[in-house]
Every structure is written in C-alpha cells, then in structure tokens.
C-alpha cells in the first residue's frame, strides 16, 4: 500500500491550494479516505473524510464551508481542495486510509504554510 500526497506550498491569506493524495496497492474503490494535519506542537487532527463511492463527506468544523474533499476513482486519487485559506490552516497535511482493524497507512505528508 502506498499513499503519496502532492500539491502543498506556500500560500498567502485568502488562498487556494489543491492537495492529492495518489494511492496504490488496494482497491482504492473500496476504502474510506481520511485527510489528516498537524500544526508544528499539536496532535495530528482529522480533517476530512470520504466513503468509498465518494457519496457522503464528514469535515472537522474549523474548515466546514472552506475545505472540499472528493475522489476520483478512476484515478485511485483523493482530493482536498482548500480556498479561504488561513494562518492557522499551517500543518503538514496526511493521506490516511484504513482497511482493517490492523491495517492502516499514512502518506508522507506535505506541507502546506499560509502566510504573507
């Protein structure tokens, strides 16, 4: 299983960033995905998630109404599209899937700084 995020960087206040998480060696189609951050001195924070056909979202209230996630499952791709982008959004952002009770994987991260 491999789960590789991309599109972190720096943005000013009021930005928009789009995060993908390329995953690999399960069915993709199948699985829950989860986006998770975490700020320099903090736990690590769920985000987001998406069911597996993409039908129902869940989004932790400090990002409701500015954070979309969806998936491509055509492209074992899922996405976190962040606009209204803010200061305390700073976190080094994590892919994360579960399919099992003992089985469960992280990305690498990556880092996404909202400053001017």
């Known amino acids: 299983v491999q789960l590789v995020e991309s599109g972190g960087g720096l943005v000013q206040p009021g930005g928009s960033l789009r995060l993908s998480c390329a995953a690999s060696?399960?069915?993709?189609?199948?699985?829950?995905m989860y986006w998770y951050r975490q700020a320099p001195g903090k736990e690590r924070e769920l985000v987001a998630v998406?069911?597996?056909?993409?039908?129902?979202?869940n989004y932790a209230d400090s990002v409701k109404g500015r954070f979309t996630i969806s998936r491509d499952n055509a492209k074992n791709t899922v996405y976190l599209q962040m606009n209204s982008l803010k200061p305390e959004d700073t976190a080094v952002y994590y892919c994360?899937?579960?399919?099992?009770?003992?089985?469960?994987?992280w990305g690498q991260g990556t880092q996404v700084t909202v400053s001017s």
């Open positions: 994360y899937t579960k399919l099992a009770v003992m089985s469960a994987y």
């Open positions: 060696g399960f069915t993709f189609s199948s699985y829950a």
């Open positions: 998406i069911t597996s056909a993409g039908g129902s979202t």
